[in-house]
């Protein structure tokens, strides 16, 4: 039991790290064109952007399906990164970019500190010049609270 949530914490912490590296150097590098959707003012409920999703989910997927026979690493790294997924998906789309409006601006110091650090990344539609990259991870200057 102590394996499968090593292996989970893995999974999702790799997503989280890896995740960082591709959004940086990727998708603000040579997968621009399918990022810049992400930057851009969307009326759909879809954007381009969206098949970074399908592309990480289908990982998750191929490993959980590897490994389910014997529950081997494979499986609980293929968790840890739906679990990442998940709490990508609510934090991210939901919470932070309100593509689904189920929740309001968060109140919690952490979720607040995560949301004025991807309106930093946001403040910018161009391939460069963006800034925090993580989802999770993100500098400890976002978690500073404004003077009223």
């Not at 499968?4 to 150097?25: N, Q, R």
């Not at 997968?31 to 999703?53: G, R, V």
């Not at 590897?66 to 997924?85: A, N, P, Q, T």
């Not at 968060?106 to 010049?129: C, E, S, V, W, Y």
């Amino acid at each position: 039991m102590i394996l499968a949530i090593c292996f989970t914490v893995l999974g999702f912490a790799l997503m989280e790290f890896s995740g960082w590296a591709i959004h940086k150097y990727l998708m603000h590098g040579p997968l621009w064109m399918i990022h810049k959707t992400h930057h851009q003012p969307n009326k759909y409920a879809f954007e381009l952007n969206d098949l970074f999703s399908l592309l990480f989910g289908s990982i998750a997927l191929i490993l959980i399906f590897l490994g389910v026979d014997e529950f081997d690493y494979r499986f609980w790294l293929g968790v840890g990164i739906s679990l990442y997924g998940i709490l990508y998906f609510f934090l991210h789309d939901v919470l932070i970019h309100r593509r689904i409006k189920w929740f309001q601006k968060p109140k919690n110091a952490f979720l607040r500190g995560i949301f004025k650090a991807h309106q930093a990344h946001h403040r910018t539609n161009k391939k460069d010049d963006a800034v925090s990259f993580g989802l999770f991870v993100v500098p400890r200057e976002y978690f500073k609270e404004e003077k009223k």
